[in-house]
């Protein structure tokens, strides 16, 4: 089975500071891995991906996230957390057996305070 | 995204009542994916097609069924509606190409309410 975990239902952090959102997968072969957001009464916006090559991949607006097979996780970063970037993350993981869609986590709610 | 588009976006109706929910989308992919959202189970697969004449059940189909009218809809209708169907529903697509490493695109939503 192809699947991910976000351990935290909820992660709380100042403006300022930096963030992590947790994550780790559970896959056969390798792990094609994504990371989208959802805003209030918005769609899933896609803000990265690993597939293949540097442990460390840049997304969109400031997003950062870190591939670790060792303990197979895919934690998503950021620098210095904005109030903007509250918000719903879901981790998600592709699942070749199902035509290549996505496996999503539970999701983490992200508050960040002035 | 603009380009993938939901109606109607929000909808109230009844028990055993027939319903369904449109998805149109202008990036020319052919692949199309139904999610649920349900608060703290994240999203669940309900059907996906690959063209208009590949559609697969995905984990949660029972109770709904879909139709790929032409590349660009994608329609999902529940059949008999109860309320423990209600929910978000997205749709999604994505582009073929490079094996399946390509992220996918969600729609605004349909929030549905079964009463």
């Known amino acids: 089975a192809q699947s991910v975990a976000q351990p935290e239902d909820q992660v709380n952090v100042a403006e300022g500071n930096p963030l992590t959102v947790k994550c780790t997968y559970s896959?056969?072969?390798?792990?094609?891995l994504f990371w989208y957001v959802q805003y209030p009464n918005r769609g899933l916006q896609f803000l990265l991906k690993y597939i293949t090559g540097d442990n460390l991949v840049k997304g969109s607006y400031g997003f950062e996230a870190e591939f670790n097979k060792s303990q197979t996780s895919f934690h998503l970063k950021k620098p210095s957390a904005l109030v903007s970037d509250s918000a719903l993350y879901f981790c998600a993981v592709r699942d070749v057996y199902s035509g290549y869609a996505l496996n999503f986590g539970k999701g983490t709610s992200l508050l960040v305070t002035p | 995204d603009a380009d993938v588009t939901q109606t109607p976006r929000n909808r109230i109706t009844k028990t055993g009542k027939r319903i369904m929910l449109e998805c149109s989308q202008t990036k020319g992919h052919d692949r199309m994916y139904w999610y649920r959202q349900d608060p703290g189970l994240g999203l669940q697969l309900i059907y996906y097609s690959f063209d208009v004449k590949d559609i697969n059940k995905g984990e949660i189909s029972d109770g709904y069924s879909v139709s790929r009218q032409a590349q660009a809809k994608f329609s999902l209708s529940l059949e008999s509606a109860i309320p423990n169907q209600t929910a978000l529903y997205f749709c999604?697509?994505?582009?073929?190409?490079?094996?399946?490493?390509?992220?996918?695109?969600f729609g605004p939503g349909t929030r549905l309410t079964v009463l």
């Open positions: 896959v056969s072969g390798n792990p094609y």
């Open positions: 999604a697509t994505s582009d073929p190409t490079s094996g399946g490493s390509n992220e996918q695109f």
